[in-house]
C-alpha cells in the first residue's frame, strides 16, 4: 500500500484517473479505483481527482462521505475482503462472511468486494494481494487466524 501523499501514490491515482476518465460518471468508478488500490481515500487524491474532473473538492469530498465503501482513513486492522456478488453468493458467502466476521471479532476486518474474477472456484476472498478460493468455514477461519 502506498503512503497517502507520497509521489509514487499520486502517480498511482494519476494513472487510475487516466483510465476512467473518458467514461461516464467517472467518478464512482474513479474513486472505487482508488480505494481498491490504496485501501483508503486521502485529501490529496481527493483534491486531484477534483481537479482532473473539474469538480469542487466539496463535491468529491460529499460523494467520498457518502458512501459507506470509502474509506478517508487507513483501516488499522488487516482486512479480507469476501467476494459477495453472485456466483459467490450462489456458493454460500453471505453465511460464509456473517461467520467470518463473527470469528474475526473487532481483530480482522471483513469487507465485502464484487467479483474477483474467479466466480467458478469460490467463494473467494482476497487478502493483501493474494486471492483465495474455494473458501469454507475451515479455510477462511485458517486465514482468520494466522492475521
Ligand atoms: S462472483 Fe465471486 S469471484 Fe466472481
Known sequence: MNLPNDAA???DVRAIISRHAHREGALL??????????????????RTVAHALNLSRAEVHG????????????EP???IKLCRAEACQARGSEPLAEWAQSRAGD??????VYCLGL?????????????????????????????
Do not use: K
Request: aromatic letters at 6%; one cysteine or more; glycine letters at 8%.
Open 77 to 79: 486492522r488487516p482486512v
Open 63 to 74: 460523494v467520498v462521505s457518502f458512501y459507506h465503501d470509502f474509506r478517508t482513513r487507513p
Open 119 to 147: 466466480c467458478s472456484v469460490g467463494p473467494n476472498a482476497m487478502l493483501g494481494d493474494d486471492v483465495h478460493a474455494r473458501l469454507d468455514q475451515a479455510s477462511l477461519g485458517a486465514l482468520i487466524e494466522a492475521l
Open 107 to 112: 481483530r480482522v476486518a471483513i469487507e465485502p
Open 29 to 46: 468508478p474513479i474513486l472505487h479505483a482508488i480505494q481498491a488500490d490504496r485501501g483508503w481515500i486521502d485529501e490529496t487524491a481527493i
Open 9 to 11: 501514490g499520486q502517480e
